[in-house]
């Protein structure tokens, strides 16, 4: 018997909010991201965020964006972030630049 008050896993509310939590009590790093329009921001994170809310911050900071493919990845050497439960830690990206390109049509 399938318990009714569990929420499906991979479905998330429209109104997710795309804005993480920065716990200041734990190691902090900053991220620059360039993006593919030319701009560039900036995202401040714990060393346990993931390449995913990155991603999400992407997507709040330029919601136009969103609706286009892309990826996000690094420089020297270029690698494409694609593994998005993977923690910024982890991903090598303390510190970092990441940078957006379109996803090839």
Known sequence: ???????????????????FEVDQSKPTTSVQVRLADGTRIVARVNLTHTVGDLRNFINASRPGMAA???TIGTTFPNRTLEDDAQSIEAAGLKNSVVVQRWADA
């Open 1 to 19: 018997t399938a318990s009714s008050s569990a929420a499906p896993p991979t479905r998330e509310p429209e109104s997710m909010n795309t804005r």
């Open 68 to 70: 286009r493919a892309y």
